[in-house]
């Protein structure tokens, strides 16, 4: 039957059958997620196969997973931002200013646990000023969060002086917020599996992919549409300001060239390998997990090869581009494939 | 004749110096499909925010189910069961079909937050057999369907929502070829059968309008102008009407 609409009597949408059983997990992952995970895993095998006795070692997992927590903790926000078809350019310097914050805090007599805490909320509320000031007065998300990027930028200059700082030692604090060696991407594991639970299975999830799927449906369906673009630019910048802190401590020094655009758009790369599109309203944070991870094994293969480091920036950018070519293609693909 | 749902009596609206509805009397009950045609600028779009809650009239009033009442707002309209399907559809690409059933009424599992999934599919996938619409699946995300599959399933959205008395579909069947307009046609006929809700359809195409519906007004420079149950009028005659207007215009 090729007409949409039938008969009342004979009409019936599919066999009333039971979903397939697992629908719930197999619905957190979609072939994109899939794809690139293939291409990790290769990945992963022509570089232990290449690149000498180096690459399979604990020691050079241990490398692999540092480089990947940043990345994947600031990519899991940036994907609920760029979900809501936004984005956040200032998150990168959030992950600069808040262990300048935390040691504010520390160095005048509050505990440090405590000080984190804060310092992780100060971050959250730059988030809140992103997204108030892009709702209320309609100024785009590029714009807005570029010059909280520069302004950000600044203060972390200004309160650093310019230099590093040691990070607090002898805590058990200092261990859970990246002291122990795995901790860091440990934090990122988790954040990435909450906020995927979060993107997929709440309510809140849904609001934010029809936020940016399609603004004006989804506040003439009653989703208060700036109120979910406020809480994803808090919760981006939150969790940039914990990967900043996590980062810090697991080095050792609080040093204000961290993060910045660097950071921030590797957290972008990493979603849109991901799948993530960047005109909003679908993206996944398994996926800007795997993508975060794609780069980590890229950027240390290359490394332990001797490749020169420019040589990455070529591989990062192609796989944007293919990824993004990818996304659309595989979109079209489907709308004729669902037409027929 | 069925009961009632909606009467407009004399509502006016002005917009500074244009007067865009001077005096509109109309009336649809349960069961009943009421088309409304007219040329752009007649007014069409202002009555039909004034029946959706989204503009309050200048005077006049409204009177829903035996009861004046005055609607503050959409919300407010949607929570007495007045339903409108905007021509924009409200609809999210990227999320499947009964997703978009229940967009921003969505059955979590009380009191956690998670989605209740399966039960939105056994819903949605009802909901849709009750009205005979049938799409390949509830799961297939709404970007991948047809205009006509996604103008049904935004009818269903607002018909399934529950309390719908009063449907307002503005202009379904705008940029839609003859088979997939001729399937929103049939859906409205089958909800029409049920009987249990008011239609009112904003409409271009007069030949489809006369179909479907039970009475056809016309609406010309802010008034009802012509006003006839669907038998007793004509293709013929409504477009003579629409042209008279032009030739006046024209002076020809």
């Known amino acids: ?340 | 004749m069925s009961e009632e749902v909606m009467r407009v009596e004399h509502v006016s609206k002005s917009f500074g110096p244009v007067q865009a509805l001077s005096d509109i009397n109309l009336s649809v009950s349960r069961g009943q499909i009421l088309g409304l045609i007219g040329d752009n600028g007649a007014g069409k779009s202002t009555l039909i925010k004034i029946l959706t809650g989204y503009h309050q009239p200048d005077g006049g009033r409204l009177v829903f189910e035996g009861q004046p009442v005055q609607l503050k707002s959409v919300t407010h309209a949607r929570s007495l069961g007045i339903e409108t399907v905007f021509q924009d559809l409200a609809m999210i690409n990227d999320l499947p079909v009964y997703l978009n059933l229940h967009l921003n009424k969505e059955l979590v599992h009380k009191p956690l937050p998670f989605l209740r999934r399966r039960e939105m599919k056994r819903r949605a996938r009802e909901a849709l057999d009750a009205i005979g619409i049938n799409i390949p699946s509830v799961t297939a995300e709404v970007g991948q369907l047809s205009g006509g599959q996604r103008q049904a399933i935004a009818v269903a959205r607002s018909v399934y929502s529950g309390n719908a008395k009063l449907l307002l579909l503005d202009e379904p069947l705008a940029a839609m070829g003859a088979k997939e307009g001729g399937l929103i046609l049939r859906l409205l006929a089958q909800l029409k059968q049920r009987g249990d809700i008011a239609i009112i359809l904003i409409a271009h195409n007069y030949s489809q309008v006369v179909d479907v519906c039970d009475r056809v007004n016309l609406l010309q420079h802010g008034e009802i102008t012509f006003d006839k149950a669907s038998k007793e009028t004509s293709v013929s005659e409504l477009l003579e009407l629409v042209h008279a207007e032009y030739r006046v215009n024209t002076g020809t």
């Open chain 1, 1 to 340: 039957m090729t007409d949409a609409l039938t008969d009342k009597r004979s009409g019936r949408t599919e066999p009333g059958g039971e979903p397939p059983r697992g629908g719930f997990w197999l619905g957190l992952i979609r072939v994109k997620e899939l794809s690139i995970l293939v291409v990790t895993i290769a990945v992963a095998i022509y570089f232990s196969l290449t690149s000498g006795p180096g690459f399979s070692t604990p020691a050079n997992y241990h490398t692999i997973a540092q480089y990947v927590a940043p990345w994947a903790i600031v990519g899991a926000g940036e994907v609920m931002v760029l979900i809501c078809g936004q984005i956040d350019l200032s998150a990168g310097f959030v992950f600069t200013l808040s262990p300048f914050v935390l040691m504010l805090f520390y160095n005048n007599g509050v505990p440090l646990f405590l000080a984190v805490i804060l310092a992780v909320a100060v971050s959250a509320a730059i988030g809140v000023v992103n997204g108030l000031v892009h709702t209320i007065f309609g100024l785009s998300a590029f714009i807005t969060t570029l010059g909280m990027a520069f302004l950000l930028w600044g203060l972390s200059l200004i309160i650093s002086g310019g230099s590093p700082v040691s990070a607090p030692t002898g805590s058990w604090v200092v261990s859970v917020f990246g002291g122990w060696g795995w901790s860091e991407f440990l934090w990122a594991v988790v954040i990435v599996a909450v906020m995927q639970v979060v993107l997929s299975t709440t309510r809140f999830g849904i609001a934010t992919q029809a936020t940016g799927g399609n603004p004006i449906g989804a506040a003439e369906s009653g989703i208060r549409t700036n109120r979910v673009k406020v809480v994803c630019f808090t919760i981006v910048a939150g969790l940039s300001g914990l990967a900043g802190i996590l980062q810090g401590t697991r080095v050792g020094s609080y040093d204000p060239t961290n993060g910045g655009f660097n950071t921030m758009f590797f957290g972008v790369a990493a979603a849109v390998i991901g799948g993530t599109a960047l005109l909003g309203g679908s993206g996944t944070v398994i996926g800007a997990f795997l993508g975060a991870l794609l780069l980590g094994l890229v950027y240390d293969g290359f490394n332990l090869t001797g490749i020169s480091a420019n040589g990455f920036y070529v591989v990062l950018g192609a796989a944007i581009l293919i990824a993004a070519l990818l996304n659309v293609y595989l979109s079209v693909i489907r709308k004729r494939l669902g037409r027929q």
